[in-house]
């Protein structure tokens, strides 16, 4: 498989460079009969409009108008004279003998025309009340992406996309204008071609038209209790009436490691060794190798994705299938993925289109290796001084040190499948019953399945006391879903259109699983596809080796959204939800989600009307509610027994297990509620060649979910979890289009995308439940244990790093901390603790760039987060060099002091995690086809991450930013915010050639 992929690279590249070599060399000159001259003026004011593009219609030859307006070019008599301009509706005119042209170019607004979904719906860009980003297909970024979010990262302003480590198999982490919440899922709700909730690496991003963003509450509120974390709307491609056409694309790809940590090698290891422990201490552990154990683990990755899809259609009848696969190994050997993804939409229309059915069928099939992190973390200590294997083939241990496993023998000897497959299905009927009148109905049907094995062999030093342990679960969720929907459009009068909304929604959630596990087996040949075989069991009684679950939520909604326009210049939306969720308490089993905007079009005023500097100008306004109830596990409001300690039976004399109350009820228990204010700035200027938006909002999350600890009595278990929390998010978002240039063999369009937002925790007691003291991200290391670097501190940012000041370093080695009340100390608990920075970016941005020439095009994305800080918490424990015998180091090893032999926490490992970062970029080339059979034809040469500009340190800038509380929510301390631990996946660098064909 590599060589061919090898193949494939090579190949591909010599093809392309002798295509657009041919191509450019056959480039002639193309003779004209006459002069041809004229003035481009604009249809309204009739102003001169420079730099319109001016071509003869199929040829090369061109020109661009003045700063007056005028032009001159050669054209024969029956040629056609082509004028376009950004902002202008194009035009073509026939020469026919003529030497003089003037042309009035209207305005186009047709990109104000464009629709966008709304939930439920849709609207004109020009009619929006609130803030929705779209990004189409054609803006997708290219490369790599494993899931329609890689498609989008860097394009929408406010939404933060960060894939926190290079594992092929991992998700990204999803951030829509700051954190809501504590408690659980903070990602936004997906909806794909209507279904709720489908998980986004079961839709090939080539399947997709349209990615819709919905973003304050008066765009999301009309999906209620489960939409504060924003709702991510996709839309797939679907047929189009007439001949059918083929397309494929596909792409082979090289991935290797960006960015590496600076171990020191075998020689410069024994140098370290020499200069801190001496000679005899080095002879003691020096076993003559020069390993560098990252790279004997990794491997460079070999992608390839493959697409083929099929459309077409007929009167009343359309269709699109498509059949795509990916194969991405990781950088880390045993671990990547293989997907097979197909899709089918299909359109039928009755009854003189008053009848829509569309149907969609979607299979996706992944085949995944697993990652240990554990084995990274192996490789990282182990001492570049050990071979990987002895003289007579067997794996080199370390006898008698824990930390010390050969990490070679640990990935050659674990298994870890997993096999996931989902199925969706789903059906949406709309019937016109009455002019303007129209009512639907939505259904679909969803089932994921994952079957996960994993087998630790015997005979190595890292898995002795794992016994060949073997280990076998399948997960299934159910998921089933009931919509109808009515709908009425109608105009009151010649200045007044009415949109009227109405529907209803029933879904139901089903999880169950199965896990079992055993040990002792003769053989470790038969993996873990026989667990009856182990000994370990019958050995060992207990209740751990098998386990299982089921759950069952259901949601039942009532929606409804009246929209109006009036005289094409003021727009309102009104919207409300009523929710009913099986998850929420006895006395709060309802809610509702309100939601009211208004946007005034000034662009249309007396004042504005005609300018022509201010095409499109409008100014929108937002208030609404929107609810979170993903952080609500299953059944978490009622009273519930679960697993106890065990108790010894006297009439059977053995011990059972015993069973007891772990959950106090809590009737009150309800939704989050995130309430959004939002003011913006649509426009248009310099005759709509720069276009963008301006966002300002609020967002305050109330009734926030936290876990408590609580008396014993009157509660009968010692924690609860409630509604009493707060927290603040504020921000501003920018988004700016420009067409730079706009010429007939040549166009520059600039992109760039803002956003600064602010996330405090406002409370989290109140008179009945107090929370105390909450630390949390753990700063880890030998010797180290109970040390934190944040705290929950009501009225201060989300994760801000709470740590000692570093004093420098005493005589003998001991790292200095500035006291309380002055003066040093190296005792942590006497140190005084002071705000060093917020591990939240406070600014980011990105910059995409895409030039055309002929028939070349080019693009490329640059993005940048600014004003976060990391805590280096890897560094701190690869620089101590009193432990330089028990694990490798960092370079920086030789920056300490040689008797510094302690880990501890302070600003000395603190670091900047701003950078820029040359996401992607792409270069493609359109070959020319006259032929009857390929209408299309594109080959292109793109890489990912080509370069990283920062001065942290690490392996990458890019963390874990979500401060969740840790155990699924279960925990009452977050998890680590800006913490680099031990033990993270590489990121990855790719360089990428594919073609695009249509036939």
Partial sequence: MMQHSYRLLRNGVATFCLVATALLMSLGAYAQD??????VTDATDGTPIPGVNVSVKGTNTGANTGADGTYRLSAGNNATLVF?????????IPVGGQTTLDVKLGSDVKALEEVVVTGYGTSRKKDLT?????VSAKDFNPGVNANALGAIQGRVAGLVITQTSGDPNGLPQVRLRGITSLTGNTDPLTVVDGVIGVPLNSVSPTDIETIDVLKDASAAAIYGSRAANGVIVITTKRGKEGRTSVSYSGYGAIGTTARKLPFLTGDQYREQVRRIKGDADLKGIDAGGNTDWIKEISQTAYIQ??????MGGGAGFSYRGSLNYLGQPGLLKNTGFNRVTGRINIDQKAFNNRLNVQYNLAITNDIKKLSDGDITYRASLFLPVFPVRNADGSYFERPGSFDLNNPVAMFENQTWNRSERTVIGGMNIRYEILDGLTIGTNAAYRLNNSIEGRKFNTGIKAYLARQGEAQRRTDETNNSLIEFTANYVKPLNDNINMNLLAGYSFQQNTDEGFGASNQGFVTDNLSYNNLGQGTQILQNPSTNYVSSYKNETRLISFFGRATFNLFDKYNVTATVRRDGSSKFGANNKWGVFPSVAAAWNLSEEAFLKDNATINFLKLRVGWGQTGNSEGLAPYGSIERYGPAASYYDGASGQW?????LNQNENPNLRWEIVETANIALDFALLSNRLTGNLDFYDKATKNMLYNYTVPVPPYKVNQLQANVGQMSNKG???TLNY?????????????????????????????????????FSPFGGRGLSDVFASQLIEGRPLGEFLIPEFAGFSADGKMLLVATGGGTTSDYEKAELKQFGNPQPTFTTSLTNSFTYKNFDLSFLLRGVFGNKILNNTRSNFSIPGSILESNAFTTVADQPINYSVNQLSSYWLESGSFVRLDNLQLGYTVPTNSKILSRARVYLAGQNLFLITKYTGTDPELDTRGVLENDGRSQRPGSIGVDNRGIYPKQRTVQLGVNLTF
Avoid at 84 to 92: A, D, M, N, P, R
Avoid at 130 to 134: D, L
Avoid at 656 to 660: E, I
Wanted: aromatic share 10%; hydrophobic share 35%; no cysteine.
């Fill in 34 to 39: 006459r002069q041809v001259s004229g003035k």
């Fill in 84 to 92: 376009s301009f950004v902002g202008y509706t194009s035009q073509e």
């Fill in 130 to 134: 609130g803030s929705i980003a779209q």
């Fill in 305 to 310: 994705s493959h697409d083929l899809s099929i």
């Fill in 656 to 660: 059972q297990p015993g069973y007891g």
């Fill in 732 to 734: 501003v978002e920018l």
């Fill in 739 to 775: 067409a730079a240039i706009q010429r007939n063999d040549f166009t520059w369009n600039v992109s760039l995308i803002a956003s600064k937002f602010n996330t405090k925790v406002k409370s989290l007691s109140n008179d009945e439940f107090k929370t105390g003291a909450i630390r």
